[in-house]
T-cell receptor, first 115, second 116 residues
Framework: AQKVTQAQTEISVVEKEDVTLDCVYE???????LFWYKQPPSGELVFLIR??????QNEISGRYSWNFQKSTSSFNFTITASQVVDSAVYFC????????????FGEGTQLTVNP | GAGVSQSPSNKVTEKGKDVELRCDPI?????LYWYRQSLGQGLEFLIY????????KSGLPSDRFSAERTGGSVSTLTIQRTQQEDSAVYLC??????????????FGQGTRLTVV
């Protein structure tokens, strides 16, 4: 079975603060993919990153960075110097090889960045 | 347009009526997914189409739900005899290739269904 847990339901920060969104996953497969999606108030999910299980190298894209640690089954997402436009619901998701293309999502974390 | 298009964007229906939700995937994308998002909840997988293969219907919550994909492109999700618990945002997504789990899915803006 596959499962994604995002323990933080809501996070509120002040603009320019750094914030980390946690994601813990469960899978019995050795081959799997992890994703982060952003859902702004408009409702459309926006793809942010994909990481496969064989690549533990952390990634940085502008103010965004991701920390993948297989030892703790975590794939955390950090926003540096947050901005009001970062306010959204963020979903972590998992596809495991034996489940075909079924994306399993976490419950999401509502991030509010206050000016 | 270049993205996934869903219609209608909002639908209010009476309990017991049938509804059809439409999804136009990105041109060239062979994989198409339907997900449901209830208020304040995560995303629940419903069904997955890949090319001409038999769809993965394992996420459909009951036999009142069905979906088809005509010509490998447009998909319609049908809910018969709607119930209030069917109220949710129904999201469609598409992705490239027959190894969909290796590529990201692009989502539409969803159809907000309200059953009264």
């Amino acid at each position: 079975a596959q499962k994604v847990t995002q323990a933080q339901t809501e996070i509120s920060v002040v603009e320019k603060e750094d914030v980390t969104l946690d994601c813990v996953y469960e899978t019995r497969d050795t081959t799997y993919y992890l994703f982060w999606y952003k859902q702004p108030p408009s409702g459309e999910l926006v793809f942010l990153i994909r990481r496969n299980s064989f690549d533990e190298q952390n990634e940085i894209s502008g103010r965004y960075s991701w920390n993948f640690q297989k030892s703790t089954s975590s794939f955390n997402f950090t926003i540096t110097a947050s901005q009001v436009v970062d306010s959204a619901v963020y979903f972590c998701a998992l596809i495991q090889e034996t489940s075909g293309s079924r994306l399993t999502f976490g419950e999401g974390t509502q991030l509010t960045v206050n000016p | 347009g270049a993205g996934v298009s869903q219609s209608p964007s909002n639908k209010v229906t009476e309990k017991g009526k049938d509804v059809e939700l439409r999804c136009d995937p990105i041109s060239g994308h062979t994989a198409l997914y339907w997900y449901r998002q209830s208020l304040g909840q995560g995303l629940e997988f419903l069904i997955y189409f890949q090319g001409n293969s038999a769809p993965d219907k394992s996420g459909l919550p009951s036999d009142r739900f069905s979906a088809e994909r005509t010509g490998g492109s447009v998909s319609t999700l049908t809910i018969q005899r709607t119930q209030q618990e069917d109220s949710a945002v129904y999201l469609c997504a598409s992705s490239l290739g027959n190894t969909g789990f290796k590529t990201e899915a692009f989502f539409g803006q969803g159809t907000r269904l309200t059953v009264v």
